[in-house]
């Protein structure tokens, strides 16, 4: 998507105000106006003989939301003992989804012109998943496609 | 008073696709070439002649019928779309609107002034390529102004503005709520039982009158409201099928037809949108049935039918759905006709129609404008229908199913997932997990405790199965089949015994819990491909639990081996209602490698020890469960002259079999499988002790012939419940599946051949297409009961001499039924009452065709 689209629009497309979140030690922002809450761990049920990304179901005020975990989804290693993930819950085309994180950032805003397409060479269990690069004063925030993210089909390693 | 009901969803509905139409024609004008949203339009229009014909508005009903055949040569591409005409049908929407105020406030119609505008739509829809004339400018196409040249009453076009402002007030009664809002209030109430559950816990904790009191009042409301917004969401399917009696009246009056409309489960509580969604497609298969399906008098009675045509709505939940049926004894569908119809339209080529399977002919009546009637009559025939049935069913994510038998009737089958709707489900716990279990799948509860657990689940060829009143019921655990951890060894096993698609068996768990109502709600897309649930609910204490797909895991366990397609699709009919699909018992006995009984007729398989065996009057004898069991050795029945080997083997395997109280072991070498197969027995053989051999498992097997074996080795056994069954042929009808099974393996044992039937329906096609010697009828048959067998078999001559046992669910019944129109009647389970009434009946019959050659055996 993001290969074949020209850098222009990409622009003017993807600055905005970003919800940031960490995984490991990578820093991630999705569209602001796709995140519908921030939640702490939450109690889960486990769903034997899914795909491990899938951590387990948890019940959002009576909605039925699944949780994915992005250390999973991103192929790194799994978080140190005792560390609790946090729910970031996004809306995609096919109802809420939670996405465990290891720790929540601010709400940033980012120029058009910091953003970058991203390196042609991202790990392969990343790059379908991360659309861009906004180059931060002092870091970099990597741009994740909640949509990919959910659809387990999209950028798994077979 | 449930006229008045149906005026008023009328006038409400019609409203609503008045509104729509504005819309919509408006934006035609802008896109004419918007195939889809013209046929959206016809769809509309087709909709509102419908449902004015349903309730004899003469006026309303000729006005759109012509709108609607203009509409249809617009969407047929016949005629190009100008704003003429477009103003034309405009004209046609605020007539319309002005006859339902008429209706809404006097009910009727009103005098008839539109003469004009219907002569006008006629003509305009005569002639094709003529540009119609409207006489209003073509520059304003705009839905107001309508001429006022019909009647010739000035007053007439100001009035209908001021109608148009006025809006209706029956319409304003009902406050139409998205289904988006209830969503959410029944999330909320959800969210707040749950909190109302920690409030009342906490109560507990202390004693506080004050806290005590209102924690009570809020457990009350808290109850109510939750009842309330669950009402407002679930509605019985009746809701749609009252007005349906009324339709199939005025349609059969109107095409001189006698048709009796029966329906069955018409509590079956369904979820609001779902209601919606199906209320269309129920009307317009209920028309086809009756405009297409159902003869004339004339005709039926010349095909050997009664006059009097059976239109039966049967609605059900099955397995995690709603099944939705409609089901007429008219001429079934003619799929040459619908071959012929199709390559008339240019829509199959006519090497294509030749290849055709059945069940893609079948489909052919889903296309977009397809109807093989005729002519077209106001009733159907112009195509829409079947179309939007599949697309108004598959949108809610349901499916159409349409079966027919030319001469003998068309059964249309809705399945509906019911992703919302409220479910009872048993609990269970395995692998410290919590699941649900859908009621509907779970026949019962099973707990072995101590030493019985190791006595009760065996092993056929490493495969587990649970010998269960008379029949072995293969085993799946669920810790297994969802890769879960197995718990300690505990004290006791407990097993669900369930059923999916006619097949049962019995799946352990760790722990059962208890039954609770449960809002089922689907999984996300990321768990699509798991067959093992049919989606996860919120248990009481806010924490969510899967709900098992019984099918699924049958399937994933390989208990249930069928691919789901294959099991969806015709072949559980057959099974069915022909009974070839068998369990089989293999095993091998001296030089037969492979031989074969039928499941249904073993009641444990067991192992003795050499030493056990004992000798008693000549034969060989065990003691079992404080009996004598006399043994038989298949290998002398089978072979007489062979010696007896060497090495007699050391424990002996037995094979039980039960006939009432009388029990007889059957030693074989090895057992070896159990195989699920279609079985045709084919090469006959002349050997003593055999029927014949058949393909199993890919590999020829041996069927035991277990009457003569059992009769050579054991002299008087099955002497008990008589023998003239042998060659007899044994409808029996009955819902249950499980009952069905009981009575049928009681009659299998005394060698009658049994046909079964779940139905009426089942029944008599049966009948029809085999020949039967006596009919175990249900009082209870669905839908209407026994009784309703009793009247179709004593309608046709040919079936007026075949005796009939009706079968009651009590002793009071079945003595109160015991002079109706049933030779017989006995208690249902009842097993010997009711194997020697058939042996009776049985023996009626032999000594009234030939003056005893079987003599009846009872008492």
Known sequence: MAATAPAKSDRSQTS??????????????????????????????????????????????????????????????????????????????????????????DVLDVEAAAYERPPENLDRAAKDLIRGVYKLKDRLLLVLDAERTVDLTAGWPA | MQDNEVIREFLVESHENLSRLDQELVELEKHPQDAALLASIFRTMHTIKGTCGFLAFSTLEAISHQAESLLSQLRDGERELTPALVSLILETVDVTRKVLASIEESGEEGPDHFEGLTERLRNA????????????????????????????????????????????????????VGVGLLDKLMDLVGELVLTRNQILQFNTEREDAALNATSQRLNLITTELQEGVMKTRMQPIGMVWNKLPRVVRDLAVSLGKQIRLEMDGSATELDRTIIEAIKDPLVHLVRNACDHGVEVPEIRVRMGKPPQARLILRAYHEGGQVNIEIVDDGAGIDLERLKQRAVERGT???????????????????????????????????????????????????????????????????????????????????????????????????????????????????????????????????????????????????????????????????????????????????????????????????????????????????????????????????????????????????????????????ARLEEFPQSSIEEAGGSRVVQYRNRILPLVPLRAVLEPDAAEPDQPADPVQVIVFNNGDRSVGMVVDQILDVAEENVTVRQKTVRKGLLGSAVVGKRVADFLDLNAVLRAAAGDWLQAAGSCGVGRSILVAEASPFSRGLIRSGLDMVGYRVLEAGSLDEAVRALQQHPVDIVVTAIDLPPVGGAALVREMRLRQEWQGIPILALADSAEEARARQNADFQDCQVKFDRDAMLESVARLAAALASSETAGVCVGEEQ
């Open chain 1, 16 to 105: 905005g105000q970003f919800s940031t979140f960490f995984v490991a030690d990578l820093f991630f922002g999705v569209d602001v106006l796709c995140v519908q809450e921030v939640l702490r761990f939450q109690q889960m049920t486990r769903v034997p003989q899914a795909p491990e990304v899938i951590e387990g179901l948890i019940n959002l005020r009576g909605q039925i939301v699944t949780a994915v975990d992005m250390r999973r989804r991103l192929c790194l290693p799994p978080r140190a003992g005792g560390q609790a993930p946090m729910n970031m819950v996004v809306r995609t085309e096919d109802g809420a989804v939670s996405l465990l994180v290891d720790e929540i950032g």
């Open chain 2, 125 to 176: 829809a005569r002639s094709k390529t003529a540009p119609v004339r409207v006489p209003i400018p073509e520059a304003s196409p705009a839905p107001a102004s309508p001429p006022a040249d019909d009647g010739g009453e000035p007053a007439e076009a100001k009035k209908s503005e001021e109608d148009a402002a006025k809006s209706s007030a029956v319409a304003d009664a009902n406050i139409r």
């Open chain 2, 348 to 602: 199959l080529r006519l090497e294509q129609a030749g290849a055709l399977s059945d069940r893609e002919a079948m489909n052919l009546i889903f296309q977009a404008g397809f109807s093989t009637a005729k002519g077209v009559s106001k009733v159907s025939g112009r195509g829409v229908g079947m179309d939007v049935v599949k697309s108004n069913i598959e949108k809610i994510g349901g499916v159409v199913d349409v079966s027919s038998r030319a001469g003998e009737g068309t059964t249309v089958k809705l399945k509906i997932p019911l992703t919302l709707a409220i479910i009872p489900g048993l609990v269970v716990t395995s692998g410290g997990e919590r699941f649900v279990i859908p009621q509907v799948s779970l026949l019962e509860l099973i707990r072995l405790e101590g030493d019985s657990r190791d006595k009760h689940i065996e092993y056929v060829h490493g495969t587990p199965v649970y010998r269960r009143r008379g029949s072995l019921l293969p085993i799946a655990y669920l810790n297994q089949v969802l890769g879960l951890q197995s718990p300690e060894r505990g004290e006791a096993v407990s097993m669900v015994v369930l059923q999916a698609e006619e097949r049962q068996f019995g799946l352990v768990v760790d722990g059962i819990n208890d039954t609770q109502e449960i809002v089922v709600k689907p999984l996300g897309k990321q768990m699509k491909g798991l067959t093992a649930y049919a989606g996860a609910t919120i248990m009481g204490d806010g924490r969510v639990a899967l709900i098992l797909d019984v099918l699924g895991i049958g399937q994933r366990s390989g208990v249930l081996a069928e691919s789901r397609e294959q099991a969806r699709g015709g072949s559980k009919q057959m099974a069915h209602a022909g009974g070839e699909q068998q369990r089989l018992l293999l095993f091998r006995a001296g030089s037969f490698s492979r031989l074969a009984v039928p499941l249904s007729l073993v």
